[in-house]
């Protein structure tokens, strides 16, 4: 019996990471799979820019809480020069999300939708 189990698992670890492997990247070849937006005509001003390197650089060191601010000060910027806060609301959404802020991320994407809705990007 004990030989049994022990095959058992050996089979299960060989076989487990390529079935993974198969999934994942059968994940990443569907084009219908999208991991961000793209941001908005016009919405990557320079300053936005500026804040979207830092809230991304903040993402990298998992500072997911100051990145979120970074991210809401682009989003911020690119609704005072008259653009939907696309790209820079996803990644506010995102940072909240990483960060375990559920409510943050979904009134970040609550904002952004009824934004959307009243520009006509939906």
Do not use: C
């Not at 997911?64 to 990644?91: C, F, M, N, Q, T």
């Amino acid at each position: 019996m004990k030989t049994a189990t022990y095959l058992l698992a050996v089979a299960t670890f060989l076989v487990a990471p390529s079935l993974s492997a198969t999934q994942s990247s059968a994940q990443s070849d569907n084009p219908a799979v999208l991991t961000s937006i793209q941001a908005s005509a016009g919405e990557l001003s320079p300053e936005v820019q500026l804040y979207i390197g830092r809230g991304d650089e903040l993402s990298r060191h998992l500072r997911y809480d100051a990145a979120a601010r970074d991210y809401a000060r682009a989003a911020d910027i690119a609704r005072r020069e008259g653009h939907l806060a696309s790209g820079a609301s996803w990644k506010l959404a995102s940072a909240h999300f990483y960060n375990g802020n559920l409510v943050g991320g979904a009134l970040a994407l609550d904002q952004l939708a009824n934004e959307a809705a009243l520009v006509g990007d939906l």
